[in-house]
């Protein structure tokens, strides 16, 4: 017998009611996902019934000497997103496909980040800045897709709330075009709507992941006026980095924003940059708590998970006092990345049209760059990565507790805590005002 979830157009419909009903489920999906909110990374590890949840990196892996990106794509599996959804419906879900969003969308991360009344409100003015290698032909269409989809407000280049320029500024002499980058500017674009939907969005694409080239276009956004700049990618520390942090990253009053990594325990740059916010990453799932949502770190196994650590080049940065590290702490804060527990985003360059649910702290990066739009621009010629530091502890901030992304000494660099701790900082967004100066 057929199921009634198996046709797109029964997902669909299903989709648009999980959309409408929200917090009213709240309950019965807490039930469903009760061993969720113990153990990051649940649903890839489940033996259960239900479809194990598997991903691919959508980059291939990068030449010596240049930048991976960190979005991970969902190839096959039921999501916390569609276990939840079916909760709601009173059905069983149905695996991974194409036909309708798999992933949490705009209201969810509003919700789970206690951002809906600022995000109707705020951002309008701000520019977002997304930096990538090479380009996406299809960007401003896929977003296009989303937007529509969610119901935001279109945000295209006629009605100047997006542009698209190579690290030059030139708006026709583009890069050459990269599937699996095109799926992390997808993911990237999809991140910094569904958090500030009212931002413009300003795509920088380099000419290829050298850290010189994305550097470049990091300069690039700032001189475009972009006060908010995300970047969801990474490599390992050089002696070099901290020429690099000069060139690049210096950009006081400026929130850069830079992913911690995919790869569990272990230091990257340039989130290890003292110039930016290194944004680690959660398993965020749906719970019969006030909050309405728990946390953990994200792992999933000892080489992949959240990145978090210890930098071996860059000095500590003022505003950074915990002790068991004498140059900078990866991370800051952090955000949803589980590709288990990860969102959705609409893609058809290179891959079949449709909906993806994607995770990696290529998330989780936009998300924090769109928390620090809905704050407001930050002061002439301050630091911005300081600013979550002053409301550590109090209820600005989602006190992440569980979960770790490896072994290490001390134990906090790898390891959830309360207060600060490598993998998830000082905690997720509540609200915006742990992220104004």
């Known amino acids: 017998m057929t199921h009634p979830r198996t ?12 959309r409408r009903t929200g917090s009213a489920v709240a309950a019965a999906v807490g039930l469903v996902l009760a061993g969720l909110g113990t153990a990051a990374h649940a ?33 096959g599996g039921v999501t916390a997103f569609q276990r939840a959804e079916a909760a709601a419906d009173g059905v069983t879900p149905q695996a991974v496909d194409a036909a309708a969003p798999s992933g949490y969308g705009p209201s969810d991360l509003q919700s789970a980040y206690g951002l809906t009344s600022a995000a109707a409100s705020n951002g309008a003015g701000e520019t977002i800045a997304i930096v990538d290698a090479y380009d996406d032909p299809n960007a401003e269409a896929d977003l296009a897709k989303y937007r529509s989809n969610y119901g935001l407000t279109a945000c295209t280049t006629a009605n100047g709330c997006f542009k698209k320029v190579s690290q030059t500024g030139s708006t026709t002499s583009l890069p050459s075009a990269d599937a699996g980058w095109a799926e992390e500017i997808s993911l990237d674009l999809d991140m910094a709507s569904a958090i500030c939907p009212n931002c413009k969005i300003l795509l920088v694409e380099a000419t290829t992941p050298t850290m010189a080239n994305l550097g470049t276009a990091v300069n690039r956004a700032v001189t475009l006026g972009a006060k908010y700049v995300s970047n969801s990618y990474g490599g390992g520390e050089s002696s070099a980095d901290t020429s690099y942090d000069s060139s690049y990253f210096n950009h006081p009053g400026v929130a850069i924003t830079v992913s911690a990594g995919d790869s569990g325990y272990g230091a990257e740059y340039p989130a290890a940059s003292r110039y930016v916010t290194s944004v680690g990453g959660t398993a965020l799932s749906k719970s019969s708590t006030t909050r309405g949502w728990t946390e ?7 080489t992949e998970g959240t990145g978090s650590g210890c930098s071996a080049y860059d000095a500590k940065p003022s505003w950074q006092t915990d002790t068991g590290c004498t140059k900078r702490t990866i991370s800051d804060v952090s955000a949803v990345a589980d590709p288990a527990t990860g969102v959705s985003v609409y893609d058809s360059y290179g891959i079949t049209a449709g909906w993806y649910t994607f995770g990696g702290t ?14 407001g621009t930050p002061s002439s010629g301050s630091s911005p990565a300081s600013f979550p530091y002053a409301k550590a502890g109090t209820s600005a901030l989602n006190d ?27 905690g997720t967004p509540q609200g915006v005002s742990a992220f104004t100066g």
């Open 7 to 18: 046709t797109p157009g029964n997902r669909a419909a299903a989709q648009g009611r999980w």
């Open 43 to 75: 649903d890839a590890a489940s033996t259960s019934t239900q479809a194990k949840v598997t991903w691919t990196n959508a980059c291939a892996t990068p030449a010596k000497g240049r930048m991976a990106c960190k979005a991970l794509r969902v190839t």
């Open 296 to 302: 953990s770190v994200w792992k999933t196994n000892s």
């Open 362 to 375: 290529s998330a989780s990066s936009p998300i924090i760059a769109g928390v620090y739009a809905l704050a």
């Open 400 to 426: 992440v507790t569980s979960g770790n992304n490896g072994s290490c000494s001390p134990s906090y660099l790898c390891t959830a805590q309360s207060g600060y701790d490598g993998p998830t900082g000082v």
